[in-house]
């Protein structure tokens, strides 16, 4: 079946940067984009991009430019996100998810990062 | 900057029907903005509801429903149960490759 499994717990000081994996089973990776969410402690859902494992593309919203890198490796399935000059206030769960129909299918189990000093 | 709103709460009795609404900021909200909802308890992960408006995932029964009702976005729960109390969240396609999430309803059955 389908199935999204994320890495494991980080926890990270201010500045540092944090890469984040979501692989990727069940179908193949490069016939879908991939979002990025995440959700601080008691918050809401926050997009933060969409990755094209096929073509290569990216989209993320202003608030995460330049600080937000998705990447991808087809050989292994993985779908990478990561994200620079950690503020305290990026201490999140982070989600990939599958896209479809420009909304998501299957959902990682997140991956909680918490940005500490 | 685009937002989308939601309901904060809402509240339904057993057996009844709700409909939760997802707007837009700046304009109307169409199939164009391919509209999906999703469901979140706490310490679990989202669950897909529908996409694209109206289409249910896989396994979701028909008692959620998807519409666009005036300018906005809608999720009809029908004989509402006691465990679809959660958080219901709505995203949006802007365009330019861009989504945004709504902040959520918290949906009480009581």
């Known amino acids: 079946q389908v199935q999204l499994v994320q890495s494991g717990a980080e926890v990270k000081k201010p500045g540092a940067s944090v890469k984040v994996s979501c692989k990727a089973s069940g179908y193949t990776l490069a016939n879908y984009y991939m979002h990025w969410v995440r959700q601080a402690p008691g918050q809401g859902l926050e997009w933060m991009g969409i990755v094209n494992p096929s073509g290569g593309t990216t989209s993320s919203p202003d608030k995460f430019q330049g600080r937000v890198t998705m990447t991808w490796d087809t050989s292994t399935s993985i779908v990478y996100m990561e994200l620079s000059s950690l503020r305290f206030e990026d201490t999140a769960v982070y989600y990939c998810?599958?896209?479809?129909?420009?909304?998501?299918?299957?959902w990682g189990q997140g991956t909680t990062v918490t940005v500490s000093s | 900057q685009t937002v989308v709103t939601q309901e904060p709460s809402l509240s339904v009795s057993p057996g009844g029907t709700v409909t939760l609404t997802c707007g837009l900021s700046s304009g109307s909200v169409s199939t164009n903005n391919y509209p999906s909802w999703y469901q979140q308890t706490p310490g679990r992960a989202p669950r897909t509801l529908l996409y694209?408006?109206?289409i249910r995932s896989s396994g979701v029964p028909d008692r959620f429903s998807g519409s666009i009702v005036g300018n906005k976005a809608a999720l009809t729960i029908t004989g509402a149960q006691a465990d679809d109390e959660s958080v219901y969240y709505c995203?949006?396609?802007?365009?330019?490759?861009?989504?945004?999430f709504g902040g959520g309803t918290k949906l009480t059955v009581l």
């Open positions: 995203m949006l396609y802007v365009g330019r490759g861009i989504s945004v």
């Open positions: 998810s599958r896209s479809f129909q420009n909304g998501m299918d299957v």
């Open positions: 694209s408006t109206n």
